[in-house]
């Protein structure tokens, strides 16, 4: 899962993230999951989206790691929290997860 790197003196400065990321993002309300998805794809990233953390573990464990790189997921949700389902994902595979507690005000930083 390489990035971009350029070596500047001693440091490493990533300068883009992969176009190719395969992320699974998940948010039971349908306004930040739609904000959350206009985000990823200004990244061109691959964006599979789960409207609940059972349908969301459901599909990680049917694919896993070969389906996805990282996952996104909202930490409020009501059949199961972000936080048991990061408990998971931690125990049954291997793969990032950002936990999140999104909100509107935070878009203007991001969208242009």
């Known amino acids: 899962m390489g990035m971009h790197e350029e070596r500047h003196g001693k440091g490493v400065v990533v300068s883009e993230f992969p176009s190719w990321l395969r992320v699974l993002a998940i948010d039971n309300d349908p306004v ?5 998805e206009i985000l990823l794809r200004m990244r061109n990233y691959h964006l599979t989206i789960a ?5 969301a573990l459901r599909m990680l464990r049917e694919g896993g790691r070969g389906n996805f790189d990282l996952v996104i997921s909202d930490v409020y949700m009501s059949n199961m929290d972000g936080f048991k389902l990061l408990k998971l994902i931690d125990l049954e595979m291997d793969l990032p997860v950002i936990g999140k507690a999104f ?3 935070y878009c203007s930083f991001f969208l242009p």
Do not use: E, P
């Not at 930040?32 to 959350?36: D, E, M, T």
């Open 51 to 55: 409207r609940d953390a059972m349908t």
């Open 32 to 36: 930040n999951l739609k904000v959350l």
């Open 103 to 105: 909100s509107l005000i």
